[in-house]
């Protein structure tokens, strides 16, 4: 049971990582903020990754934290360093740091409730079959590399890999066979390596039309990638009968500054540019939005401010609400409990979603936290 550093509360919904409640965090900002960006210090500190966005330097416009680095120093990603005044990225030229897999369809994907291949949503157009793509694969693409450092994350292992597997967009491409469905770019997430995932996409869709095949193409993001490499991930989406899965944190900048270790107003401005395209193929849904139930710090209040925003968008954008098991620096944390996942629900409900689905269920635990 760990004890907030500002208000002396006690709770097993207060994580030792950062010794501050979510109450502390959105209402004390100027107080939490350099407790929160300590905790940030010590969990990338083993990476040789910056505390923070570099403020000092050439700037990098490839993501929503638009780093300053100096000279001899790298972004916030660890991939774009700036050499003698120049800006470069670390992965050889046409290459990224990833690691691929087929994954058998369909599978464990935050849009499955709505996505082709479970559902068979816009068969034949961009489905193979009327209902579950059973004998199709998923190509699944797995980035070395964030531009967000959230406490929780539950793919950390990246991290010691970051600068490893470089593949360029040609060999990607060639992973993709008669039985591959659709690729899913994720991570770590694409957006620090957004324009590989483009070539890597085109290339794809170009060979698989050449052949007469249906190809979707699905991120998986945080959403914090530039407006112009977003514009790009929207449209290969859209034609290709695709998905962009865009997780949101949290609604209070103060809270994800905390959790994740950087602003969401880039996440936010993408979605709404998203969520506008998203009117010209209702079906299979070209957005759906997730977020984590972080116990103690994402609880109904944060998912209402959420969904509340969402709805405000279009009241039809698919929210998909996951629950939590402790992993990373937040371990200490309990997994989510149904009563926080039901409360959670209805929040996004009343808050005008009309299309709210509770994933990993069988995580939930019972009866309700014990703090």
Known sequence: MAECNICGASSRLISSALNLCRECLVRRPEEARPLAEEAHRRARRR??????????????????????????????????????????????????????????????CVASWV?????????????????????????????????FDCLFCQNV????RYLQGATSAEELAGAVDGRTACICFFGGDPASQMEHSLAAARRALREARTRGCLLRICWETNGST??????????????????????????????????AGVSNRQSWDNLAFLAAEAGRRPVPP????STLLVPGYVEEEEVGAIAGRLASYDEDIPYSLLAFYPCHQMADLPTTARGHAERAVAAARAAGLRRVHLANRHLLVYPEYDT
Request: hydrophobic share 35%; charged share 20%.
């Open 47 to 108: 990476f040789s990754l910056p505390p923070t966005p570099p403020a000092a330097g050439e700037e990098c416009r490839r993501c929503g934290n638009a780093c300053r680095i100096p000279a001899g120093e790298r972004g916030y990603c660890g991939l774009m360093e700036n050499r003698e005044g120049n800006l470069r990225l670390l992965a050889p030229v046409g290459r990224g740091f990833l690691s691929w897999y087929h994954d058998a369809l369909p599978t464990n």
């Open 286 to 289: 070209p957005l759906v939005v």
């Open 157 to 160: 292992h990246f991290r010691g």
């Open 226 to 259: 530039a407006p112009r490499l977003a514009r790009q991930m929207a449209k290969l989406a859209l034609e290709s009968g695709g998905t962009v899965k865009l997780e949101l944190k949290a609604a209070d900048d103060n809270l994800h500054r905390a959790l």
């Open 115 to 147: 996505c082709p291949a479970e559902t068979g949503a816009g068969y034949p157009e961009y489905a193979h079959m009327d209902g579950p793509e059973f004998g199709y694969r998923n190509l699944a693409v797995f980035y070395h590399s964030c531009t």
